[in-house]
């Protein structure tokens, strides 16, 4: 793979070393390479590679979406983890993580995967109305973040349960020696 040298302003610089001293795993070339495309895509729209661009440019705005989804799913399984979740919550949630129905669990047909995992977390069935307001309740534990909406995608559960359980295993073992 070839390299470029890229001069940024030191703001610029000093804000993504903050990025990644708060503990974000961004790879920076993967974003840079994604604004590359999409600038190219953008510079070829009416030339022979035409569909190329549109689909590199389709790609690029796909991850970024993913890459925005993970942010807020990991802001707010920390946040509920931290804030709102009780003990009994969070041990559903890491049995189903230790169980052999973490990856199937994305496939089951009843309910959309938010549903589903509100059921797991909640110990009730899956319910698309009491869902949604649990999810809602999540963007209200931090008022900051409130106004973001969002369907719930792949990306935001798998990485809201990461972080969540990630907050679990640090203060369960404070749990045990009670």
Known sequence: MAKQLVSLPDDLKQRMDAARDAGEAVVWSEVAREAFEAKLA????????????IAARLKATRDAKNRE?????RADG???????ADIHDLGR?????????????WQIPDATPAERLYA????????AERSAIFWADIRAIDPARAHITGNRTPWYLSNFVSEALLVWNQVRPLLETD
């Open 42 to 53: 953008e510079l070829a729209i009416d030339g022979p590679l035409r569909l190329q661009a």
């Open 69 to 73: 989804e993970a942010a807020i799913g």
């Open 78 to 84: 920390k946040a509920w983890a931290s804030l709102s």
């Open 93 to 105: 949630l890491q049995a189903l993580v230790d169980s052999d129905q973490w990856f199937p669990f």
């Open 120 to 127: 797991v977390i909640t110990g009730r069935p899956p319910d």
